[in-house]
């Protein structure tokens, strides 16, 4: 079946300009999750869904990022007045209902690039 | 607060050698523990987990990890490397105290020499 896929797979903006990420889970998967991958690092956290609702956001870096699932499933990852540190891959992860061992299943990320 | 130390940034080893990607953790409850892998280009894929069943846990190609409460470790091993072996490998952990999510180590890479 189908895996986690994110769209799009690169994006280049200008600092200060507003973009969104986008993913589609795995079909049926109750929990979502973004993380951010900067170079050289291990994905860092940024929130978790469990069906629309946001159940924790305590990784957003600052309330320039916002992220949204409405219907409970695809996924749209916000970010306002994008600065060069933005910079980084952003993956997106779903799993089967959320519980703490549950596999995650990771799409192949967005490059953001903020110049 | 959970975390995972990386012992190793990098770590090469001939075809056909034994692998050790080294690992501890810090939790404050009992641990669900993970090794991930990242070849270039592509999304992470799990290779195994731990989840408070037997401590030693055999994932995907060959690969097998030791939960050591004692030592706090999580040793990720292969009795022989493969070309193919080579990527970037997280070492993560999750409490069991709730739907918490996942923290990832720094990565080790790991090259393998013909």
């Known amino acids: 079946g189908a895996g986690v896929s994110q769209t799009p797979s690169n994006k280049v903006t200008e600092k200060g300009k507003y973009v969104e990420l986008r993913c589609d889970p795995i079909s049926g998967h109750t929990a979502l999750y973004w993380y951010r991958q900067s170079l050289g690092q291990g994905p860092e956290f940024l929130i978790y869904f469990q069906g629309t609702g946001a159940a924790d956001d305590s990784g957003l870096p600052n309330d320039r990022f916002f992220a949204v699932r409405p219907e409970g499933s695809v996924s749209t990852l916000k970010i306002q007045r994008t600065e060069r540190g933005d910079s980084a891959v952003y993956l997106c992860?779903?799993?089967?209902?959320?519980?703490?061992?549950?596999?995650?299943?990771f799409g192949p990320g967005t490059r953001l690039t903020v110049t | 607060a959970q975390s995972v130390t990386q012992l190793d940034s990098h770590v090469s080893v001939s075809e056909g050698t034994p692998v050790l990607l080294r690992c501890n953790y810090s939790s404050s409850y009992s641990p669900s523990l993970f090794w991930y892998v990242q070849h270039p280009n592509k999304g992470l894929q799990l290779l195994l987990k731990?989840?408070?069943?037997?401590?030693l846990v055999k994932g995907i190609n060959g690969f097998e990890a030791e939960f050591k409460k004692s030592e706090t470790s999580f040793h990720l091993t292969k009795p022989s490397a493969h070309m193919s072996d080579a990527a970037e490998y997280f070492c993560?952990?999750?409490?069991?105290?709730?739907?918490?999510?996942?923290?990832f180590g720094k990565g080790t890479r790991l090259s393998v020499i013909a």
């Open positions: 731990y989840t408070s069943a037997a401590t």
């Open positions: 993560v952990v999750s409490d069991h105290s709730g739907n918490t999510p996942l923290v």
């Open positions: 992860a779903s799993s089967l209902s959320g519980g703490r061992a549950d596999e995650q299943y």
